[in-house]
């Protein structure tokens, strides 16, 4: 969808792009003097595979100030961009045949990387009417004795879902019950949150050795470019990660790392105020949409997207296209409101489509008057 909004805009069309996975903000100045100064200072030669140690150090502090996580440095990893450090993860604890569990709707990654490793993915359908969150009988009737490994993401990406505490308690309830099976937890999106304080399911104590936590700078500091993502988990996981990735890029970009360390042990204030504006443009797009007949959506939690159902519209026509499903629904809207979004199959949630909300609020407006205008052409 990227692609096919970027040949229209060539084309000199107005395309508005709400299929934006990462925020619209420049990123924050004190971390781009920590880059400049990391130039100017000589950081120019290869790296650990798993990071300077001031970086790894930088990792635990984070993780105790905004999590209270106790980690020591060799149970940090950092690599090019959270998608290397779920890629390691993966690849280092799943072998052919074993069992992946993942409550849909799931990045589009998790699923594939998955497949690559050789392993089956065992999706979990969720619902709207449920917040896209699974419960812990949903969890205990798909575990097998193929289950190697269940990863979710909170906040999520693309339905916005964050678990509270006792929503985690009560999927703990269950990993009690089967000690061999680990967990990925994709917190990327942690400071994006709508609804309060971020849990872990690290905090945990018991089940803190099966947890493989991923994190990274994208989303939180406006670092998508930059490329930057850790993992902090049992030392014996982190090594098998760093044997990977050893082989496959090595250590990720020396200036970005100096960086990175400035992101993690600074000030969050350009953070938080980014996601107050994502908070108003949340409510903004939510506001909007209650115009919109058919759209089933949960309001979300956390993260920068809607993912409404839009399987109302499949088999309307407006005389000359006919929407059949979701990759249809977001082709016409690009080509009848010039508004590009992403078809939910992508994410295991077919009758959904993700709309992105990291864009400006007049672009938001603009974006969602089109799309009710299309709409409303469908009989």
Request: proline letters at 4%; hydrophobic letters at 40%.
């Amino acid at each position: 969808m990227a692609k096919l909004g970027r040949e229209l805009r060539a084309q000199g069309i107005d395309v508005i792009d709400l299929s934006l996975g990462e925020p619209d903000f420049d990123t924050p100045q004190h971390i781009k003097d920590a880059a400049i100064k990391a130039i100017n200072d000589n950081w120019s030669h290869y790296t650990p595979v798993a990071g300077f140690a001031d970086l790894r150090e930088a990792v635990c502090t984070k993780l105790k100030r905004d999590n209270n996580l106790d980690y020591k440095p060799e149970n940090i990893i950092t690599s090019t961009g959270a998608k290397q450090s779920l890629a390691n993860a993966i690849y280092a604890v799943v072998d052919n045949g074993d069992e992946v569990i993942i409550p849909t709707p799931y990045w589009v990654t998790y699923s594939e990387l998955v497949k690559m490793a050789g392993g089956k993915v065992i999706e979990i359908r969720t619902t709207p009417e449920s917040g896209f969150k699974v419960t812990p009988q949903q969890f205990e009737a798909a575990i097998t004795d193929k289950t190697k490994l269940f990863m979710f993401s909170s906040p999520c990406n693309p339905s916005g879902a964050v678990y509270s505490k006792a929503e985690l308690e009560g999927l703990v309830t269950v990993f009690r019950k089967y000690p061999n099976i680990l967990i990925i937890s994709d917190e990327i999106y942690e400071y994006i949150n709508f609804v309060g304080g971020h849990e872990s399911i690290a905090q945990f104590d018991d089940l803190k050795e099966r947890v493989i936590l991923i994190n990274g700078l994208s989303k939180g500091f406006a670092m998508t470019g930059w490329r930057l993502g850790y993992i902090a988990a049992s030392v014996e996981i982190v090594k098998a990660c760093e044997k990977i990735q050893g082989q496959l890029t090595s250590g990720t970009c020396s200036i970005t790392q100096k960086a990175a360390v400035a992101a993690l042990t600074g000030n969050l204030k350009p953070s938080l105020e980014m996601t107050q504006e994502f908070t108003r443009r949340r409510a903004r797009v939510m506001e909007l949409i209650k115009d919109i007949p058919g759209f089933k959506c949960f309001a979300p939690e956390g993260a920068f997207y809607i993912f409404p159902d839009v399987s109302y519209y499949y088999g309307k026509s407006d005389g000359t296209q006919t929407v059949a499903n979701a990759a249809d629904f977001s082709m016409y809207l690009l080509n009848t409101a010039n508004v590009s979004s992403v078809m939910g199959d992508a994410f295991g949630e077919p009758n959904c489509v993700r709309f992105s909300f990291a864009n400006s609020m007049p672009n938001i407006e603009r974006a969602w008057a089109r799309i009710k205008e299309a709409l409303a052409k469908l009989k």
